[in-house]
């Protein structure tokens, strides 16, 4: 006898199994989900009382445990809103398979509460006229990944077979989020993300190419998640720290201890960005 496997049913069960454990522990009706890049995952101290849950306890989850990430699931109430943070991620590159780069993703949409998720990364800057440090709303992406998590048999439940991807980065919330900012002083960039699968950098050949074609930012994640949450038609805002000058932006190599260290000298204003992006 043929036995035939369904992707669908495996990827319908995995989020099943990872929202029953978090219901068991308490996670009960999140509206936010925060995602945390490298070097930004000290944001997740912000919540008081909090339920937490290590990524190697739910099932499924991949641990997410790269350089600048904790690995952990953060669950409690900021400015009256229930949210959950995912302080770490678990990135294509570390294991080659978009469904367990996603199921984060597509177990907070299992959850019918769930309206928003606030994508956050580092990022290298590949527009000259902006610098290390600042921060970045992204407006829209080019997924150069090589790679879709929406590629097997469609989760009808949850979108379309061909989900439209004109307005994936909401720009009501873009320009609210823009002003907010402004009123508080802080300037926000707008731009385009990159994403490439990782985990080299760039060459400079590479970032030439990504200017060219309209990129103003890459990095090795957000794409992912942002294409699982818009196929399910939630709102979406991306934040990228511009961690560092894309390769061969300057004139000296890419250190990657720079992700970290930018996340710490600019954590007081991404803090605040992330709290007016829950609030919008
Ligand atoms: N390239 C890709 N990903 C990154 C970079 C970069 O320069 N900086 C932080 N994440």
Redesign the pocket.
Known sequence: MEVTIRDDEIKRAAILDAKSYLEQEGVTDPEVGIVLG?GLNDYADKMKDPIRIPYDKIPHFATGKAEGHRGELVYGELFGKKVIIMAGRFHYYEGGSMDKTVLPARTLLAFPSFKRMIIT????CINKDWNQGDLMIISDHINCSGANPLIGTNLDEYGPRFPDMTDTYDKVLRDKLKAVGEKEGISLREGVYAM?S?PS??TPAEIRFLRTIGADA???SSVPEAIICNHAKKEIIGISML??M??GVLDQP?NSA??NETGRRVHDIFSRVVDLAIQI
């Open positions: 490298s990364n580092a990022a290298g490439m990782g950098f760039e890459v990095g090795m961690s560092n894309a390769a890419i720079e992700v």
